[in-house]
């Protein structure tokens, strides 16, 4: 693989890129590309990568089975930014605090972190509906949030089941609903 600066186009601006092995490709672990001296500097200093090992083979092979699965069936892809973008529409037509978001994750504003919790615990308990409550370090103090990753698998069905979920326990909570779209 080209570093990125002797890479073309936009990729010739960059100095680092970073990605992980979880969420879409299923394993876990993530990598890291770029020149050589920056890559031995981050491998050097950065404490995380001081004590830890390389991937262990398996996953390794599981990655590169999966980006090959992935390279051969876009419409996956395709369908994984259809599920976020209807899911994104529905809970902003509801009325919940949708933040913005290039990405397939769908976060949705709390701005406590006891309510964030709260809606959280409350959407497994009664709904057995998982969802990972984000709050303060991982994002500043005021905005957590729930962050929702639909998949290119999740029905409308569900999405209603969901959103309908999210629409009482707000109310219950007393969370503000901000008109259906976060700044």
Known sequence: MPSASTAGGAAADIDIIEGTLGKSIGVMGGYITGDAVVIDAIRSYASGFIFTTSLPPVLTA???ASIRWLKEHDEVRARLHERSSTLKRRMAAAGLPVMPSVSHIVPVLVGDPVHCKLVSDLLLSE???YVQPINYPTVPRG???L???PSPFHTDEMMDRLVSAMEGLWTRCNVQ???GQAA
């Open 147 to 149: 962050r929702f990753t």
């Open 177 to 179: 609903r901000l008109g």
């Open 62 to 64: 599981g990655a590169i």
């Open 127 to 129: 709904h057995a509906i």
């Open 143 to 145: 905005t957590e949030r």
